[in-house]
């Protein structure tokens, strides 16, 4: 049973240019979380989705930042026009309810 | 507001003693607690959890104790092995409104020869 699955794992952009990051959630699991992870601090919330609904995006930045979850395919995380302030390790989960949550691997992103 | 605290950044110990991992949480309306274990590069993985109505799981060589008059709990790996070295995250959530988890900073575990 494959674990969660974020692609890519590094990816580099400049400012300006959009980012978009990609989880593919355990099988049979139907909630995706994202988080984001600054250098030397914790794991932060960001939004948590179910197929094709946003269930909280309490955590997410009101601007450039936008999430979704189709009935088909992976999640997505999508930024906008990056910024520096926006280099992290960004962490997609997914569970089966509300329950445990498993961890992909994390994507790197580095804005130039 | 760091609502999960792990007051310790960093922590030595030596291989085959035990190793005693704390947090602190701040909202009382936490009900449901874990930690997870990350190496570097990696996602975290899931280590052990315990709901409110407990004070103690057991999971091996990990134990979880939580202390709700002091919103305290404490992970115990015992006996610690150097593959355990990595930082350890505790997390906290509370089941009844939200699925989301609040992480504390984490802790740097070392476990030396």
């Known amino acids: 049973n494959a674990g969660v699955m974020q692609n890519p794992r590094h990816l580099v952009r400049r400012r300006g240019q959009e980012a978009r990051l990609r989880c593919s959630p355990m099988?049979?699991?139907?909630?995706v979380y994202w988080y984001r992870q600054l250098p030397e601090e914790g794991l932060k919330f960001m939004v948590y989705l179910q197929k094709e609904n946003i269930i909280d995006e309490s955590g997410m930045p009101k601007e450039r930042f936008s999430a979704e979850f189709p009935k088909e395919g992976p999640s997505i995380l999508r930024i906008q026009q990056v910024v520096r302030g926006d280099s992290a390790a960004y962490f997609c989960?997914?569970?089966?309810?509300?329950?445990?949550?498993?961890f992909g691997p994390g994507t790197r992103l580095l804005v130039l | 507001d760091q609502q999960v605290k792990q007051n310790s950044p960093s922590l030595s110990v030596q291989e085959g003693r035990i190793s005693i991992l704390n947090c602190d949480y701040t909202?009382?309306?936490?009900?449901?607690f874990l930690w997870y274990k990350k190496y570097p590069a990696e996602g975290p993985t899931f280590l052990i959890s315990?709901?409110?109505?407990?004070d103690k799981n057991e999971d091996g060589r990990f134990t979880v104790f939580l202390n709700k008059s002091a919103k305290h709990l404490s992970l115990h790996i015992v006996p610690s092995q150097p593959g355990d070295s990595a930082v350890y995250f505790c997390a906290a959530k509370n089941t009844g409104t939200a699925s989301k988890l609040t992480f504390g900073t984490g802790t740097r575990l070392q476990v030396t020869l």
């Open positions: 315990i709901s409110s109505i407990k």
């Open positions: 989960a997914s569970s089966p309810l509300q329950e445990t949550q498993y």
């Open positions: 099988k049979g699991h139907s909630h």
């Open positions: 909202n009382s309306m936490f009900d449901y």
